[in-house]
């Protein structure tokens, strides 16, 4: 199967270094629940330059994996399962982001820059999951891939009456899911 997975919010912990950076520069604490929405600029009452800039410093931040990341990908790619690795990140980071997956070991395919506010997922071949941690792309992701599960963040908490994704809360869940749907042929 093609399996796609959002780095930050999903393979990386964007939070850890996001607070420290947040701390540094507003002299604010934070905890996670205080990112009740994804838009950054929204949630510390800055412009979308001073989010811009706040997003490329956290970028160059070491950032952690989330417990089970790094394993689970490997899993899937030994089992023979494509692994896309999709990220809003900006272009000009790309080789930030290609040394940061070498350095944390991480399994994978093809990397795909869909850069944040522009949309790419047309050159993105057919997925039979995607794993996103922002709402808002998840459900544009709804026309395109049948399986749509969402890692849950306090920034992307919904009612989801019409179940168009199914939330997952660690990397064990998301494996479990995988192996629960169809190989590519198989009805269920």
Not at 34 to 53: A, D, Q, R, S
Not at 100 to 128: C, P, R, T, V
Request: charged share 25%; hydrophobic share 40%; net charge negative.
């Amino acid at each position: 199967m093609n399996l796609g997975f959002d780095i930050d919010g999903v393979i990386a912990n964007f939070a850890v270094p996001l607070f420290e950076v947040i701390e540094k520069r507003y002299s604010l604490t934070l905890a996670e629940k205080n990112l009740y929405c994804f838009n950054l600029n929204v949630v510390l009452g800055i412009t979308k330059e001073e989010e811009t800039l706040l997003i490329n410093d956290v970028l160059k931040e070491e950032i952690p994996l989330y417990v089970g990341a790094k394993e689970t990908l490997e899993q899937l790619s030994k089992e023979g399962h494509s692994i896309l690795l999709l990220t809003g990140r900006w272009s000009h980071l790309l080789s930030t982001t290609q040394s940061w997956l070498k350095q944390n070991g991480i399994s994978y395919d093809e990397l795909h820059f869909l850069e944040i506010g522009k949309k790419h997922q047309a050159n993105i071949k057919d997925l039979d999951v995607i794993v996103e941690d922002s709402l808002e792309d998840a459900l544009e992701w709804n026309c395109k891939v049948k399986n749509i599960l969402i890692y849950d963040q306090p920034y992307n908490q919904t009612f989801n009456v019409k179940r168009l994704t199914k939330r997952v809360y660690n990397w064990r869940e998301i494996y479990r899911e995988i192996q629960l749907l169809p190989s590519v042929g198989e009805t269920r």
